[in-house]
C-alpha cells in the first residue's frame, strides 16, 4: 500500500482529489493512511465496518461507491477506480489525460500490468480493447453515461463493452510511461489462484460471454500461468454457474451486442473487431 501511495505522490499530474477507501481492515492500515492524508490535503479516507468477509466483485464496487458518493461528481472531468497493490510510473495521469484531451470519443483507458519474476518484469497479458479493472481511468460524462460499475464479478469487463455499444471507445496501451507493477497476480484470490480463475470464469457467465467463445479464449492462453489447469478451471468457473442457473447481466440489449461482438472478435481478434465498432461510428453508420 505504501508503493501505491508513495507513487501517485510523486505523479506529475496529481489527483484534485484522492479518496481512499478503508474497507474495515484490521492490520496498520488505518494508521498508515491517517499518516499520508496528514500530510497530503487532497487526500482524504472513507472508512467502513469490517464485513466479516471477503465479497471479490461487489465488495470491491460496494468499496469504490463508498468513496465515490462523498465527492462533487460535477467538480471533476476524469475519475479513477484506482487498486492499492500498484507501482505507477511518474507520467501515468498526465498521459492519460494527454490521451483523452487528444480523442473525444475515448471513454476509458489505462496502461498495462506487469508482474516482478526473479528481477524481470513479465506482462499480465491483457487485451488492448479495455481500460485494466486495477486502474480504471475515465472521463467522468462516460463513467456516468453507461450507469458506473456494476455491483458483480466481471464488472471490469461489463463496462467497456458498455463504452462500446454507446460508441465510445475503451482501451489499454503498453508503452513504457504506461507500464506499471502490479504487486499481486491479476485474478488471484486469498484462498489461491484456482478460486480467483473460478472466479474469474463465473464472472464471464455472468457477463454473458458464450462458452464457446471463452473455451476458444482459454485454448489461446494455455502457455500463461498457471498452465493450462489454470484456463481449465475458468472455464468449470462458467460452467458451475450454468450448471446452478445462476442469474446473469440482466440487460438483455447489453448481452446481444456483446455476443455479436464476440463473435466477430473470433474471426478477426477482439482489437480489430473494436476498431471496426469504432470506425463505424465515427462515420456515423
Same mark, same amino acid.
Given at each position: 500500500?505504501?508503493?501505491?501511495? =508513495?507513487?501517485?505522490?510523486?505523479?506529475?499530474?496529481?489527483?484534485?482529489?484522492?479518496?481512499?477507501?478503508? /474497507?474495515?481492515?484490521? =492490520? =496498520?492500515?488505518?494508521?498508515?493512511?491517517?499518516?499520508?492524508?496528514?500530510?497530503?490535503?487532497?487526500?482524504?479516507?472513507?472508512? !467502513?465496518? =469490517?464485513?466479516?468477509?471477503?465479497?471479490?466483485?461487489?465488495?470491491?464496487? /460496494?468499496?469504490?461507491?463508498?468513496?465515490?458518493?462523498?465527492?462533487?461528481?460535477? *467538480?471533476?472531468?476524469?475519475?479513477?477506480?484506482?487498486? $492499492?497493490?500498484?507501482?505507477?510510473?511518474?507520467?501515468?495521469?498526465?498521459?492519460?489525460?494527454?490521451?483523452?484531451? *487528444?480523442?473525444?470519443? $475515448?471513454?476509458?483507458?489505462?496502461?498495462?500490468?506487469?508482474?516482478?519474476? /526473479?528481477?524481470?518484469?513479465?506482462?499480465?497479458?491483457?487485451?488492448?480493447?479495455?481500460?485494466?479493472?486495477?486502474?480504471?481511468?475515465?472521463?467522468?460524462s462516460c463513467f456516468q453515461a453507461i450507469g458506473g460499475f456494476v455491483r458483480e464479478v466481471g464488472w471490469d469487463g461489463?463496462?467497456?463493452?458498455?463504452?462500446?455499444?454507446?460508441?465510445?471507445?475503451?482501451?489499454?496501451?503498453?508503452?513504457?510511461?504506461? !507500464?506499471?507493477?502490479?504487486?499481486?497476480?491479476?485474478? *488471484?484470490?486469498?484462498?489461491?489462484?484456482?478460486?480467483?480463475?473460478?472466479?474469474?470464469?463465473?464472472?464471464?457467465?455472468?457477463?454473458?460471454?458464450?462458452?464457446?467463445?471463452?473455451?476458444?479464449?482459454?485454448?489461446?492462453?494455455?502457455?500463461?500461468?498457471?498452465?493450462?489447469?489454470?484456463?481449465?478451471?475458468?472455464?468449470?468457473?462458467?460452467?458451475?454457474?450454468?450448471?446452478? #442457473?445462476?442469474? #446473469?447481466?440482466?440487460?438483455?440489449?447489453?448481452?446481444?451486442?456483446? #455476443? !455479436?461482438?464476440?463473435? #466477430?472478435?473470433?474471426?478477426?481478434?477482439?482489437? !480489430?473487431?473494436?476498431?471496426?465498432?469504432?470506425?463505424?461510428?465515427?462515420?456515423?453508420?
Amino acid at each position: 500500500m505504501r508503493q501505491t501511495l =508513495d507513487t501517485v505522490i510523486a505523479q506529475t499530474l496529481k489527483p484534485a482529489l484522492w479518496v481512499v477507501v478503508d /474497507d474495515g481492515s484490521t =492490520d =496498520d492500515t488505518p494508521n498508515i493512511l491517517a499518516e499520508y492524508a496528514a500530510r497530503h490535503d487532497w487526500i482524504r479516507v472513507v472508512t !467502513r465496518k =469490517d464485513r466479516g468477509h471477503r465479497a471479490v466483485g461487489p465488495g470491491v464496487i /460496494d468499496a469504490f461507491y463508498s468513496g465515490y458518493e462523498t465527492i462533487d461528481t460535477t *467538480a471533476f472531468d476524469f475519475v479513477c477506480k484506482l487498486d $492499492l497493490d500498484l507501482r505507477l510510473p511518474p507520467r501515468y495521469f498526465e498521459t492519460l489525460v494527454e490521451r483523452m484531451a *487528444a480523442d473525444p470519443h $475515448l471513454a476509458t483507458c489505462s496502461g498495462k500490468a506487469y508482474l516482478e519474476e /526473479d528481477g524481470k518484469l513479465v506482462c499480465e497479458r491483457h487485451g488492448d480493447e479495455n481500460s485494466l479493472g486495477m486502474t480504471k481511468f475515465y472521463r467522468m460524462s462516460c463513467f456516468q453515461a453507461i450507469g458506473g460499475f456494476v455491483r458483480e464479478v466481471g464488472w471490469d469487463g461489463i463496462d467497456g463493452h458498455m463504452c462500446r455499444m454507446k460508441g465510445w471507445l475503451a482501451t489499454s496501451w503498453d508503452e513504457s510511461e504506461l !507500464r506499471f507493477v502490479h504487486l499481486r497476480t491479476m485474478g *488471484a484470490s486469498h484462498k489461491g489462484i484456482y478460486t480467483g480463475r473460478m472466479r474469474q470464469g463465473f464472472g464471464q457467465y455472468y457477463m454473458g460471454t458464450s462458452l464457446l467463445y471463452l473455451a476458444a479464449s482459454a485454448v489461446s492462453r494455455f502457455n500463461q500461468k498457471p498452465y493450462v489447469l489454470g484456463q481449465l478451471t475458468i472455464l468449470w468457473g462458467w460452467i458451475w454457474g450454468w450448471l446452478r #442457473r445462476k442469474p #446473469r447481466y440482466d440487460n438483455p440489449e447489453f448481452r446481444r451486442f456483446l #455476443r !455479436r461482438f464476440q463473435w #466477430r472478435a473470433l474471426v478477426v481478434g477482439k482489437m !480489430r473487431a473494436a476498431e471496426e465498432l469504432m470506425l463505424a461510428y465515427r462515420q456515423g453508420r
